[in-house]
């Protein structure tokens, strides 16, 4: 039977197998997973550099939001105290005409709401313009495209309302 003349050469096949596998082990253990480790490490490296830049990113966009939003709070207290400002002065000056002179009193009342209103429309011109420029700002930055100004503006408007 020619299976079983075989049988021999059994012992020098599992000789030479192991011999090869110890050497590809070696070759493994000493060249490809060091390798493969180093590229493994150095991927991790940069992905953790890359989550720690965005980290970084976020935190100096929230920073800039939040600086936005106070500007933009401080833009509409100084516009109620000045459209208060302008009302109280026109009241006084109402009532001090009114007891002079009643018929001069509606021309003075009528440019006092005339200034009131260049005034309330000259702090919503500046608020938008602010709005604008910040939204340009943070689009630039956050995303890296330049807009344009009257774009920014007009999205800031959008979004105020």
Known sequence: MPQLEQI?????????????FAVLLVVMLRIALPRVQGILQERQERIDDDL????????EAEGVLRAYEQ?????????RRLMREQQEAAAAEAAARNAA??????????????????????AIAGI???AGEVAQAMTARLIGVDVDADEAANAARQAGG
């Not at 500007?71 to 516009?79: G, M, Y």
């Not at 002179?101 to 000259?122: S, T, Y």
């Open 8 to 20: 021999s050469t059994f012992p020098s096949q599992i000789f030479w197998l192991v011999v090869i």
């Open 52 to 59: 720690a830049q965005a980290a970084a990113l976020r935190d």
């Open 71 to 79: 500007a933009q709070a401080d833009a509409r207290a100084e516009a």
């Open 101 to 122: 002179l009643g018929e001069r009193l509606a021309a003075d009342a009528a440019a006092a709401e005339a200034r009131i209103a260049e005034a309330r429309r000259e």
């Open 128 to 130: 938008e313009a602010a």
